[in-house]
Every structure is written in structure tokens, then in C-alpha cells.
């Protein structure tokens, strides 16, 4: 800071912009009440169809998102203007009040020109003396006070106004396009998350000898205090480098190298791991120009040799398992994916065997709960599983092109999914027993690609309709299943995720159990009427699988054999069929959405193909019960009641989210729905009769499992369907509840010859 310039200082032009930016925040915060209230809402209860479907509803929601990003960022450059002048007005009434006692001492300082200043001494006999008569003298110890006083203003005004710069700077960098969302309450809190930054990775780049268990929970507590933190991450990740980055991790996970870290930190080594994925997640989301080189650098150096204390680590191997915690970039994930792909055609020959064997002597690079790292697919799979945009473009992306060798291409979804040598992996926390977790995370990657968010949660308002890379890949899981049932049933720990994902897609699956072609000939005004009448019957937003009758069923069959994929299914297919009752049921309905004009006709329909998929989902679990799996009705049982707690009593399978515009989750009663309405009769009906069998002292056989399956899914479809009619105050609602039980009765009758005609090999004679 020059001494001319803060002693000159007019801080009218910095006055006029804190202010400015504080009316600024006004105006933003109202258009963000009315972007959240207005667009984003009204776009979510919007019934969109076809482009606008997969288009309009996401983009809606993402330029609502940006003025709450505008009024953060604004608010932030508020705060660090308004700190900066405050500080920079102190600093220039002290140095003015110093200049004045100097001048009372007979002290002059001049400012030499370049910034800097002097301080001199009179020494004019005639000032030697006051006009009481009293000796005046002029020092060098008072010429250094002050010189000494002025230059520690000048520099305190300096380190403001530097902080200042470089906070303001790393927010406009953050973003190449739109705004940051990195919110700090003063300027002081920006600079402390910046130098935070530097002196951990300084701690980082320490040779693995120098590096003390201190260094190690300092590095631990930093990381988890500000990994959510956009400057901190930026600039912690910049500055530690690809490089150094790899190597850190490599050699603090290794107990050869950091035997004292090993001995006293073992059981924290995973919440470093997961604290520093977690901040260079939120680095890789950071558009400035050291970021990006840092991304591109590191998918260019993933299949060298890491720079640790051993040699024998690809970088591939090491920032995979820094990627199982946290958000990553997506374009980052797709050219790290493809990279690791590339390294893993390479090692495997075209995937003829396996690679990434561990041997005994290998370090383990996973200290998270799992295997233990030494595969980096299991840990970028991990990733994807929370990068769903990412996820689905991984798995459609081909692992063997179409080219001279090769006369079909193979997806990266049928390499993994059907063809892969999965290494055998052993767990990090050095229990017993081979780890699962490479193909438990292929099945979550697989979740997320298919439904849009991340997996293990559940969609919201916000969830995209699906799209046609996700219907894509849901068609060939299904299609992959039917061939080879084994390819779920012998990793039966897949089928949570398999559950979630058909019970996001069950207008789809109900389409297909109508046996409807879903391409009728041109002319065939008939089978065109049909279709129509399906569509109507199921509405879809977004794009739709085309599935077929046996594969769907032969999927369900497997998905069946798990109580975890039993339950997310079951209670899904209870709850959409629940809210096609009320849908289709309600008198104000528009005539063009009526699938027919017969009352009858659509509350038959409705019912019996949901006893259809009910039906073969009962196959399933009795096939279970029966089989080597040793599974046992409470299981099962169990696993439906846990639905009722899930998101705070909301029944939020998602079915219908992003798929069709009638099945979005319903905040209400208890589980799933206003009360009275037929989702929530049904669904508190299951969630009851589930909670008091899973208590039950004696478990059913087989074929007691079947008849008490058909027992229930009719009464379940019989209560729905009165309760929607008596909602609407429909005549004749005694009617409109024999109807849905008679055809429920035959849909799930219906099943169990259907599926021992698809599957005579896999069924079970009950």
C-alpha cells in the first residue's frame, strides 16, 4: 500500500459501491424468492411431455438455482468491500493521526514518489525551542517510532487490501459461467480458508519421513473443517499439484513408508481419505485455469507409476479410491473414466483375464469400509455412483469399439455388468471373507446412471424425467438379467439397487406387462388405438423403456429373490398403483388423458397388471424361501416395514419421478399421500400387515408365502380402489372395489403361469 495513496485516500467511490452492492442483494434476494417460489415450483408441478419433458423442467430448475448462486456470490463481494473499507478507513485515520503527532514532535515525513516515504527531524534552532521556554528535541529514537508506526500501518493496509484482491479474484474465477455458491460471512473468513489452504499443502508436500502424527491431524482437521469450502479446495488442490497429490496419499495409506502414522492413526486413515476426496470433489468443480490443468494432468499421469516411497502404484490405482467420497466434476469423470478404461483394456488384453490382483505385500490404498483399493474401478465406480449425468454416459460409452478385430462394439454396461474378471479382493478392515464391494459398487453406478440422482437416495421434485441414455441402459439391465438370472441371483447384494431402479421405472415395466405393441404397423388403426389407450394408461414424461413381457418378468423374478430388491419394488408397485387409482378416478380428468370412458374397464386394467408384477415378484420370494438362499418370510417382511420410516415417513420410491407426471412423492399423512387418499390406504395397510408378520414366531413355507402374497396384494388393490372412488364420491364405489379385486386376483394368477412358461429352468413348482 503507498503512503501517498492511504493518506490521500477518498473512499466516496468505495462508499458508493458497498452500497451499491448492498441494494444489489435486495433486488437478488426478491428474485430468488420469486425464481424458488415462481419458476422453480410452478415448473415442478407443470405436467411437461416430450422434448420439454427432458429439457425445459431441468433447465427451469437450474436458472432458478443461479439467482440463489447470484445472491450468495453478491452477498459475499458485499461483505469482503464493505470489511476492506472499514479496515482500509481505520488504517488511514491512524496513519493521519501519526503524521500529526509527528508533526507536533517537529517530525516530517515526505512521500519519496515510488510509493515509499521518509522521516526527518527538524533541526532549525528556532524550533529547538517552545514558547513556554521549555527545550524541544527531535530524537532518532523518535524518528524511528514513527517511521517504524507508519510502516506497520502501511503494511497492515497492505495485507487488507492484498486479501481483499485475492479473495475477490478466487471468486470470479470460481465459475467460468454463472455464479459461485462460495459464501463467507466477511472478508477475514475468505482470506483465513485461502492461507488455511497454503500451509496444508505445505504439510502435504513434506517428505513421508518428515511427516509427524501433528502434521497428520492438523491435515485431518483442516480437510474436514473446509472440504465443502470452494477457495479453500481450489487452492489447496492447486497448490499440493496432481503430483503431489497421488504421492501424499500413497505413502500416508502405506504403513512400509508411515509406520508412525500406521501404528498411532490406523483408524483415522479413513476420515483423512474420505476428507480429502471430499475436498478435491469440490476443487474439480472450480473453472479457474489452475484447476483445469490440474484435472487434465491428472487423467494424463493415471496410468504412470506414482512418485512415492514405492513404485509400484499407477496413479489410476490411488485417485480412484480418493474419489469414493464426494461430488467429482463431471467432465472430469467422463475423461478419467475413459482413460481408466483405456488402462484397463490395456492390462486385461481386451478383457480375456483379469488385472489389479493385490497381492499380499501390497499396500492397502482403501481405508474406508471396503476392499482394499488395490482395484481402481471398484473406487471410481464408487464415484459414479454419485455422479449420475457421469454415470450414464460412462456406461454407454463402448470399452471395445466396433473396429478391424472386433465385428461388435462392447459398452463399458455389458463389459462390467457380463464379461468382466473381477480380482479377488480382500476387505480393508482386514476382515474375514472376500470383499463384495466391486460389483456392489458397479450395481450403485448402475443406480444412479438409470434414475438421475445419486444412489441410496430418493428423487425428488428436482429429478429429471429420464432420458434416453438412462432408458437405454435400464433396458439392457433388464435384458442382461433375463438371459442369465445368475448374473443378479449369485450377487444377490446387487439387488437393492436393482430394486430402486425398477421401482423408478414401473410405468414402464406396467407398460410392458399389457402385452400392447408398442409399434404398431402404419394403417393398423386398431393396434394404433391399443397403444394409445396404454400411453393414457400409463403416462410417461420423458423418454420410456421399451421392455418385453417375458424379460421384465424374468428380471422381477430375480430382483424378487432379495428382501431389500423385494421391498423397494412391492412398496413401489403398492404406491403407483395407488396413485393411478386416484388419478384415473378423478371426474375433473380431462377427456383426452382417459385412457377409455369405461370406468370399469381402467380400474380392471390398473389392477391386474399391478398384480402382475406383485405376482411375480411373490415368485421371487418364495423361489428364495425354497432355495439355497435360506431366506425367510421376516426377511422379507422386515425389509417393506423399514419403508414406512424412509424420508420422514415419506413413501419416496420415486416412482413416477422424472417418469411419469402423476406419481411425484406427496408430502402427507403419515406415509405417501394425504389421508384417504388410495395410496395412503394402501400403503398403511402393507406397512402394517409387513410390521406384524416380521414379528411373527413362525416363518411360512413356500407355498404359505405365495397364498398370503395373493391374499394381500388383492385386499391391498381392493381397499386402493374404494378409497379413490369414495374420495371422489363415485357411485357404486362397492362396485369399483369388486372390480379391482377380481382382476388383481387374476393378474397375480396370471403371473405364476407366465413366469413358469418364461422361466420353467428358474421357477420352483410351488
Do not use: C
Not at 38 to 66: P, R
Not at 142 to 157: F, N, P, T
Not at 343 to 358: C, L, N, P
Amino acid at each position: 500500500m503507498d503512503f501517498n495513496a492511504l493518506y490521500h485516500a477518498n473512499f466516496a467511490l468505495l462508499d458508493d459501491a458497498v452500497t451499491d452492492w448492498s441494494t444489489l442483494i435486495k433486488h437478488l434476494a426478491e428474485l430468488k424468492k420469486d425464481a424458488e417460489d415462481g419458476l422453480h415450483k410452478a415448473a415442478n408441478q407443470a405436467d411437461w411431455v416430450g422434448v420439454n419433458a427432458q429439457v425445459s423442467k431441468q433447465f427451469i430448475g437450474k436458472t432458478a438455482g443461479e439467482f440463489g448462486d447470484a445472491h450468495t456470490q453478491a452477498t459475499t463481494i458485499h461483505n469482503v468491500l464493505r470489511d476492506t473499507r472499514d479496515e482500509l478507513k481505520d488504517y488511514h485515520r491512524q496513519l493521519t493521526n501519526a503524521v500529526a503527532r509527528g508533526q507536533g514532535k517537529h517530525l516530517t515525513v515526505i512521500d519519496t514518489g515510488d510509493g515509499g516515504f521518509t522521516v526527518t527531524g527538524n533541526t532549525r534552532p528556532d524550533w529547538s525551542s517552545d514558547p513556554s521556554g521549555k527545550t524541544s528535541t527531535t530524537s532518532q529514537k523518535d524518528v524511528d517510532d514513527l517511521r517504524d508506526e507508519i510502516q506497520r500501518i502501511l503494511s497492515k493496509a497492505t495485507e487488507s487490501d492484498t486479501s481483499a484482491k485475492t479473495v475477490l479474484t478466487a471468486l470470479a474465477d470460481q465459475s467460468a459461467m454463472g455464479f459461485s455458491d462460495a459464501a463467507y460471512k466477511d472478508r477475514d473468513a475468505a482470506a483465513e480458508a485461502v492461507k488455511e489452504a497454503d500451509e496444508l499443502a505445505k504439510l502435504a508436500k513434506k517428505d513421508p519421513d518428515d511427516l509427524s502424527v501433528k502434521d497428520f491431524d492438523r491435515l485431518n482437521a483442516g480437510l474436514k473443517k473446509y472440504h465443502d469450502d470452494p477457495l479453500f479446495s481450489e487452492r489447496f488442490a492447486t497448490n499440493l499439484g496432481p503430483e503431489k497429490t497421488l504421492s501424499f496419499w500413497a505413502n500416508a495409506s502405506d504403513s512400509q513408508v508411515s509406520p508412525d502414522l500406521a501404528r498411532e492413526r490406523r483408524n483415522q486413515l479413513g476420515e483423512l481419505q474420505r476428507n480429502l476426496g471430499l475436498t478435491l470433489a469440490t476443487a474439480s468443480r472450480s473453472d479457474t485455469a489452475d484447476m483445469t490443468d490440474w484435472k487434465r494432468h491428472m487423467v494424463d499421469i493415471g496410468d504412470q507409476p506414482v512418485h512415492g516411497k514405492r513404485g509400484n502404484i499407477l496413479g489410476f490405482q490411488v485417485m480412484s479410491n480418493l474419489m469414493r467420497a464426494g461430488d467429482y466434476d463431471d467432465d472430469f469423470m467422463r475423461d478419467y473414466g475413459k482413460r481408466l478404461m483405456e488402462t484397463e483394456r490395456k492390462f486385461t488384453h481386451d478383457g480375456e483375464h483379469f488385472a489389479w490382483q493385490r497381492s499380499g505385500f501390497n499396500t492397502y490404498l482403501n481405508h474406508m469400509k471396503g476392499d482394499s483399493g488395490w482395484d481402481p474401478v471398484s473406487g471410481y465406480l464408487k464415484g459414479l455412483s454419485n455422479n449420475p449425468d457421469a454415470a450414464t454416459e460412462f456406461f454407454n460409452d463402448d470399452f471395445i469399439p466396433k473396429d478391424g478385430d472386433h465385428k461388435h462394439a462392447v459398452s463399458n454396461f455389458k463389459y462390467l455388468f457380463e464379461d468382466r474378471h473381477w480380482p479377488h479382493e480382500s476387505n480393508s478392515d482386514l476382515s474375514q471373507g472376500e470383499s463384495i464391494d466391486g460389483r456392489n459398487n458397479l450395481a450403485a453406478a448402475l443406480e444412479a446412471a438409470t434414475t438421475g440422482h445419486p444412489a441410496g437416495e430418493l428423487p425428488t421434485a428436482d429429478t429429471p424425467p429420464h432420458n434416453p441414455g438412462q432408458t437405454k441402459l435400464f433396458e439392457n439391465i433388464v435384458s442382461s438379467v433375463s438371459d442369465d438370472n445368475g448374473r443378479l441371483t449369485d450377487h444377490s447384494y446387487m439387488s437393492d439397487s436393482m430394486g430402486q431402479i425398477a421401482s423408478e421405472y414401473l410405468p414402464d415395466i406396467d407398460r410392458a406387462t399389457t402385452n400392447v405393441d408398442q409399434h404398431p404397423q402404419k394403417g393398423d388403426e386398431d393396434a394404433q388405438a391399443a397403444w394409445e389407450r396404454i400411453q393414457k394408461l400409463y403416462p410417461v414424461s420423458g423418454a420410456a423403456a421399451e421392455l418385453d413381457h417375458r424379460e421384465i418378468s424374468r428380471f422381477l423374478f430375480a430382483v424378487g429373490q432379495n428382501p431389500e430388491g423385494y421391498a423397494a419394488v412391492e412398496v413401489g408397485q403398492k404406491q403407483y398403483m395407488g396413485k393411478l387409482m386416484d388419478y384415473h378416478l378423478d371426474p375433473g380428468l380431462p377427456e383426452d388423458q382417459r385412457p377409455n370412458h369405461d370406468v370399469q374397464l381402467t380400474v380392471r386394467a390398473i389392477a391386474e397388471h399391478s398384480g402382475q408384477v406383485s405376482g411375480t415378484l411373490a415368485m421371487g420370494r418364495s423361489e428364495a424361501i425354497a432355495g439355497p438362499a435360506d431366506a425367510t418370510d421376516k426377511e422379507f417382511d422386515h425389509s417393506v416395514a423399514q419403508w414406512k420410516n424412509i424420508a420422514g415417513g415419506v413413501v419416496g420410491t420415486g416412482v413416477g419421478v422424472g417418469t411419469s407426471f402423476i406419481a411425484s412423492p406427496v408430502v402427507g399423512a403419515g406415509v405417501g399421500g394425504a389421508a384417504g387418499t388410495a395410496t395412503s390406504v394402501v400403503l398403511e395397510e402393507l406397512f402394517k400387515d409387513a410390521e406384524g408378520s416380521a414379528k411373527e414366531d413362525a416363518g411360512a413355507k413356500m407355498g404359505d408365502s405365495w397364498q398370503r402374497g395373493s391374499v394381500a396384494s388383492i385386499k391391498y388393490t381392493r381397499s386402493g380402489a374404494f378409497a379413490a372412488a369414495s374420495h371422489y364420491h363415485l357411485p357404486h364405489r362397492d362396485d369399483v372395489a369388486a372390480w379391482a379385486e377380481d382382476s388383481a386376483s387374476k393378474g397375480y394368477l396370471d403371473a405364476s403361469s407366465y413366469m413358469q412358461q418364461v422361466g420353467p429352468e428358474l421357477v420352483t413348482d410351488i
